[in-house]
């Protein structure tokens, strides 16, 4: 099954700084993955998705993130956060490698984001 | 439409007693699945459903059930609460091309 790790469990980031979380995912092939955004005591919600094509994809809020194969990569990328940004980013894959699974997660990073 | 919606928001039980937490989803998906979150350890799946009359066990299943007799409902069932299933629990249902949409999840404490 796959599995997916993030590298930072606490971000704190002044205005204005550029953000890049890291994501890895366990195996390759063709692989779908997304990163999901929980502000504070909300529930989670779609930032952006990759299934093919460019590798770069850019979400709401000016997110974007880079899709690099050979690294198993899938790192979120912001060039100028803002005190909204403040929540919790959590990477997804799907479980298997058939359409039928649901997603599973990695542990997720809390960005702060300071005046 | 409503989305993926769970009653209720918030629960209390005492170590022992059971309880249903219900997650209803209006989008005709197929797909569907339980989690729960934890501080530090993200979203961990507890059960799944891929349709109708199908279910599967995630990462954490111990202590819990589900059912799936309708495309639309997909209840977690805890047998006998303990204080580690203290938790906030998330369904989710699925579309096309594995994006997945939250419910706004239930807080549950286990005394």
């Known amino acids: 099954a796959q599995s997916v790790s993030q590298h930072n469990h606490h971000v704190i980031l002044s205005e204005a700084a550029s953000l890049e979380l890291g994501c890895n995912y366990s195996?390759?092939?063709?692989?779908?993955l997304f990163w999901y955004v929980q502000y504070p005591g909300q529930h989670l919600q779609l930032l952006l998705k990759?299934?093919?094509?460019?590798?770069l994809v850019k979400g709401i809020k000016g997110f974007e993130a880079e899709f690099i194969k050979s690294k198993f990569s899938f790192n979120l990328r912001k060039p100028s956060v803002q005190w909204s940004d403040t929540a919790e980013y959590f990477c997804?894959?799907?479980?298997?490698?058939?359409?039928?699974?649901?997603?599973?997660f990695g542990k997720g990073t809390r960005l702060s984001v300071i005046a | 439409n409503a989305g993926v919606t769970q009653t209720p928001k918030f629960q209390v039980l005492k170590t022992g007693q059971s309880m249903t937490l219900q997650c209803a989803q209006d989008?005709?998906?197929?797909?569907m699945s339980w989690y729960r979150q934890d501080p530090g350890m993200g979203l961990r799946l507890i059960h799944y459903?891929?349709?109708?009359?199908?279910?599967d066990q995630g990462e954490v299943p111990n202590g819990y059930n589900v059912s799936r007799s309708t495309t639309e409902d997909f209840p977690l069932r805890l047998l006998s609460a303990a204080p580690s299933q203290t938790s906030v629990y998330f369904c989710?249902?699925?579309?096309?091309?594995?994006?997945?949409?939250f419910g706004p999840g239930t807080r549950l404490t286990v005394l």
């Open positions: 989710a249902s699925r579309g096309s091309g594995n994006t997945q949409y």
């Open positions: 195996y390759g092939g063709t692989v779908n």
């Open positions: 990759y299934f093919s094509g460019d590798p």
């Open positions: 997804a894959v799907p479980l298997g490698r058939s359409g039928n699974t649901p997603l599973v």
């Open positions: 989008m005709n998906h197929e797909y």
């Open positions: 459903s891929v349709g109708a009359g199908i279910t």
